[in-house]
RNA sequence: GCUCCCUUCGUCUAGCGGUUAGGACGCGGCCCUCUCAAGGCUGAAACACGGGUUCGAGUCCCGUAGGGAGCGCCA
């Protein structure tokens, strides 16, 4: 039987980065088995869910490189199917109406909890041999109840955590149609799972105490054991302070990540790696994730979100993209920021030479301003330090042999910054910063002859000629 | 409260009865060096606790503690 798996989020919000690792897992499943893999938008709490959600969701999936194999499925969408399927469980006795109302239930809660034992529903209204039901009250609208097994237990064999035994004592005749007749979320899930036939059921361990109710539900519906999917909880990421991540502890939208200047094969990759490893391996591309992911490696406790690693391996991932593609995006973060790239400068090799020099695409495009913009001012500092008197003396001789040279290579540059430092007898230091104080504004650049070298000679030569002209005269005053 | 789950350096993890408990991020030091990085070398840093089982437990079993999840006419 081929594999499908499926990622079915709640559309109230964006796609953080639990719900994208469980999402990616489910994705990495499904294409290393040449299964498929399917989106379902579980939206039936209209209070909550939102289009523009829907879409948030649908953005963040596709910057991943998530890719479904089919247009997602909106439960909202099979309200008749969820209906025809309770009345079967009602024709079968596998389910019962209830007339208990909200407050009764509530009250048998209370005496449970009283006791000491789990709240739940006392099946007053369930149905059995010999037993007579009171009369329903015609002022009360029933809900639907799941007639659940009354003795044994519900195993899961769960890929991950290994099997998981549940009494079926713990589990109370769950409402699947609300007293207004609309099926609730552990029905659906069912229904829907059966009917696209999932083999995989991937999602977040918050969800293992519903496990035992929906497989009971689908043994109702399915007779055939085999048909039963396979699950996979995949356990919660937790933010900084070890409490699970929520929006106030930095579960931002996967977008953020993007507008943060991180690459997106660089999320995936840091995510793969937070619950799941392979030898000492850290680094992945796409294709290996695939090829080496297993679900039952999948570590079993909860692991924490760390920012910091996170940037390291989108460095990694900087550092590994060829130059046109880096470039590329380069060029994007710079556009965004309203910085023209008319001019002569390739983008490719600036990207090129400052991916050693940046975590993210935002601090690359920090560094790039300078190669396509002109300093309008110098670093105090900087100025103060690198730019006196003897050190605008020597600029001005590098200028000279700049202008002079025959071929704008980083080896000419670098030898006609060198002869300058040595014909003066001066460390290199003396030649370059006040080179990078006059070309960058700041004392920071990339090796001096590369950074000329992709700046182009005109603009070099106009900045040292500027840088000379203002800071000669502010040292006069 | 009840049920279920989890527990190796600060963090992500390797380990699957015998290891100097390994790697990575971060942190410290040294080297390289025209700045900043990158890189190389190196250092500090962990088996939650208590009982068993065993010749021998991070590894198996049972408790304890801590953490998490669920117990909705939410999903």
Request: net charge negative; glycine share 8%.
């Amino acid at each position: 039987m081929s594999v499908v798996t499926r990622f079915a989020p709640s559309p109230t919000g964006y796609l953080h980065i639990g719900g994208a690792r469980t999402a990616l897992y489910s994705w990495l499943h499904a294409r290393q088995n040449g299964g498929r893999f399917v989106l379902r938008i579980e939206d039936t709490d209209r209070e909550r869910s939102t289009p523009e959600a829907v879409q948030a969701i649908l953005d963040g999936m596709t910057w991943l490189g998530l890719d479904a194999d089919e247009a997602p499925v909106y439960q909202t969408e099979r309200f008749d199917r969820y209906k025809a399927v309770i009345q079967q469980l009602l024709d079968e006795g596998k389910a019962y109406h209830c007339y208990s109302t909200a407050e009764e239930v509530e009250a048998m809660r209370e005496a449970a909890r009283a006791k000491g034992e789990k709240p739940r529903y006392d099946g007053s209204w369930r149905p059995s041999p010999g037993r007579t039901l009171p009369e329903p009250p015609a002022d009360v609208p029933p809900v639907v109840r799941f007639a659940n097994p009354l003795e044994g237990d519900t195993v899961i064999h769960d890929l991950i955590k290994g099997d998981i035994t549940i009494s079926n004592t713990e589990l109370d005749d769950l409402i699947i149609a609300r007293s207004d007749g609309t099926p609730t979320y552990n029905f659906c899930v069912v229904v829907d799972d059966m009917d696209m036939g999932i083999t995989h059921i991937i999602r977040g361990d918050d969800h293992v105490n519903n496990t035992p109710r929906q497989i009971n539900i689908f043994r109702a519906l399915v007779g055939d054991e085999s048909q039963l999917p396979h699950y996979a909880h995949v356990p919660m990421i937790l933010g900084a302070d070890g409490k699970r991540l929520s929006k106030r502890h930095g579960a931002v939208g996967v977008m953020t990540f993007r507008e943060q200047g991180i690459l997106p094969e660089a999320l995936i990759n840091y995510l793969v790696r937070l619950g799941w490893s392979q030898g000492d391996k850290e680094i992945f591309s796409r294709e290996e994730m695939v090829e080496s992911f297993r679900l039952e490696s999948v570590q079993k406790g909860a692991a924490t979100f760390d920012p910091d690693k996170l940037l390291w391996v989108n460095q990694e991932h900087i550092k590994a993209m060829p130059a046109e593609r880096l470039g590329g995006l380069l060029a994007d973060y710079l556009a965004e920021r309203g910085v023209s790239m008319a001019g002569e400068v390739d983008v490719a090799a600036v990207a090129d030479i400052l991916r050693e020099r940046g975590a993210t695409m935002v601090e690359m495009a920090d560094k790039a301003e300078m190669f396509f913009v002109a300093p309008t001012e110098y670093d105090a500092k900087a100025v103060k330090k690198f730019c006196r008197p003897v050190n605008l003396e020597l600029l001005a001789q590098v200028r000279d042999r700049l202008a002079a040279l025959p071929d704008w290579s980083p080896q000419a540059i670098h030898e006609a910054v060198h002869g300058v430092a040595e014909a003066n007898d001066a460390g290199l230091g003396k030649v370059a910063q006040p080179i990078r104080v006059a070309v960058a504004g700041v004392p920071v650049s990339p090796p001096i002859d590369t950074t000329l070298a992709v700046l182009g000679r005109d603009a070099t030569l106009a900045r040292i000629d500027r840088a000379l002209e203002k800071l000669d005269r502010s040292a006069d005053n």
